[in-house]
Structures are given as structure tokens and as C-alpha cells.
């Protein structure tokens, strides 16, 4: 199972460790996201070139559309001044971009935005729960998520809280 993981690049090391755990503890499991592999971490955004932010946003693209999963972290954004680290919205595109794949969307943390209260977007409370869907899913036809259905996964995901 292929599962791209989108979250703020602030949080890049976080998912980068993330990524490690889930490679290492469920079986068949693949996190596709280049953006947080990449080795040393490139250039933000306003360092890098037109040239290489296309390249990226198509890698990421692509990475997302073809995952069998996308899973999305929230932001912690009860302070009352958002940390600016936080005004990048590729996560949210890349979400979007799954959703009109047909791409299942599993996200992490608390309802953020409008499109969090789509009926196919399940929600878990943390990554322990995240894991449990990812064993479950597992466990049903061999990681094929897409071909389960909207309502298997809800049950999924309510089973995992």
C-alpha cells in the first residue's frame, strides 16, 4: 500500500521520522512522498526557482494522485497569531488533488477547513489511531483501499478511536 503523507513543511522532520515508523511497522507499506525524503532538505520555497518549484509540484503531484491513501495532518491553530510556518497551503492542494483522483483521504487531527467535512474524508484523533486504520486496511484485500468501500472505511476508522 502506497500512502502519501501531506503536512506543513515545518513539520517535514516530524513526518520524515513518521515516515521511518510506518515503513518499519506495517507490513507492504510505502510512504511515496518525496517531499519529505528529499536529502539534504532543498531550498524553501522563495529560495528555489520557478524551474524547481514546477518540477516539485509535479513530483507532488504525482506522488499524490497515485497514492492508494493521502494522509493529511492538521495544524494546531488555536493561538490566537497563526505561526507563519503555517501559510502554506500545498497540504490542502494536495488533498484537493486526492479527493478528484478518487484517492481516499484519511486526516489526522482535528477538522481544519470546509473541504474536512467531506463525507469521504475520515477523520482520527492522532497517529496511534493511524496506525490501527493502516493495520486494518491491511488486512482487507491486501492494502487495496481503493476498492473498499466509503462506508468500510468509516468503520474502519471509527473502530480505530
Known amino acids: ?5 501531506a503536512a506543513a513543511w515545518s513539520r517535514r522532520e516530524e513526518m520524515k521520522k513518521l515516515t521511518k515508523e510506518l515503513e518499519r511497522d506495517i507490513p507492504d507499506l510505502i510512504v511515496n512522498a518525496r517531499w519529505i525524503k528529499i536529502e539534504p532538505p532543498e531550498k524553501t520555497f522563495w529560495q528555489r526557482t520557478p524551474r524547481e518549484n514546477t518540477r516539485l509540484a509535479m513530483e507532488d503531484q504525482e506522488d499524490a494522485v497515485t497514492s492508494d491513501v493521502l494522509i493529511r495532518f492538521s495544524d494546531d491553530l488555536s493561538a490566537k497569531m497563526v505561526s507563519a510556518r503555517l501559510a502554506t497551503g500545498s497540504r490542502m492542494v494536495e488533498m ?16 481544519q477547513n470546509l473541504f474536512d467535512c467531506l463525507p469521504q474524508v475520515q ?24 476498492h473498499i468501500s466509503h462506508r468500510w472505511l468509516v468503520k474502519l476508522s471509527t473502530q480505530a478511536e
Do not use: T
Open 96 to 111: 484537493g488533488m486526492a479527493i478528484m483522483a478518487g484517492v481516499p483521504v484519511i486526516v489526522v487531527g482535528g477538522k
Open 123 to 146: 477523520h482520527v484523533k492522532n497517529v496511534v489511531s493511524l496506525k490501527r486504520v493502516l493495520r486494518r486496511i491491511q488486512k482487507v484485500d491486501g492494502g487495496a483501499i481503493r
Open 1 to 5: 500500500m502506497n500512502i502519501y503523507i
